[in-house]
């Protein structure tokens, strides 16, 4: 399901989609069988292809209906994608991990994406450094050290610093490295139950963490930053983080009064939500 909707306007055949999955033909065509009776895949009579079928539609109408942060956050991503011609998503927030909800690219980010462009709808992160610092800057002390103990003692200072000028401005810069295009292709590329996907993804974060620029700390007003995402959380009514807007596919690199005026914008946004959600939380419980 997740490779047919990858490219929800094309069809596949079943000598591809058996290809591409790594399984034998016999058991890729009764998989398929199965989902088409079931209305979840479409077969095309003439062309032998499959695509997404119309219990999908239902599927996601009734995902969408039981995380209602979705439906305060949508108008925010068209708002904000717009505003910085970038690719804004909704990600929510799991015990180890962040998972791509939502998403609206403006056509400027996937013409010409300086950091990368959309992310895909399903695909998985783990909250391993320095991935999460938007969750886990406002996580419980236990959690947070946890986090932190998976960073090399070299680099430990300066991400928990990151992490308290996150929790201190609302929001946490991620800076362009190498791996990070290797960590989201290999989110996009394997599926979210493949333990040895996980175990990649687990080792690319470890990589990550021992650069200690990746995550920003001053945000200097004249220094040209290469910002690969920008993240602010929304709190649901226990003040827990629920849900990270996420800004990425930026053009060009940003100055650092550009890359907080970014920053800003999410924090508002992301209040927002927060206060549609709980209105009777007080702002300061929040942090």
Known sequence: MALLAERPDAALSLAELTRRLGVNKSTGHAILTSLAAAGWVLRDPTSK???LGPAVVALGRQASASFPAL??????????????AATCAALGVGDDAVTVLDQVADPRAAAGGFQGGA????????????????????????VRDDWLGHVPPDTRAHYA????????????????????????????MLADDDTSARAALDRLADELATHEEFLALELEP?????????????????G????????TGFAQALLGTEVTAVGDALVTATRRIT?????????ASRG
């Open 49 to 51: 292809t499959y695509r």
């Open 71 to 84: 439906d305060f956050a949508r108008p925010a991503l068209v708002e904000l994608s717009r505003a910085f």
């Open 161 to 188: 610093g990151a992490l308290a000028a996150t929790h201190d401005r609302g929001f946490a810069v991620e800076i362009a490295a190498t791996p990070v295009a290797r960590v989201r292709e290999l989110a996009d």
């Open 275 to 283: 206060d549609a959600l709980t209105p009777t939380t007080p702002r």
């Open 222 to 238: 004249d220094r040209r930053y290469a910002v690969n995402v920008v993240n602010a959380p929304v709190f649901d009514h226990t």
């Open 240 to 247: 827990h983080v629920t849900l990270v807007l996420s800004l």
């Open 119 to 142: 992310f895909r709808v399903g695909a998985t992160f783990p909250l391993r450094p320095p991935l999460g610092a938007a969750v886990v800057a406002w996580a419980p002390p236990a």
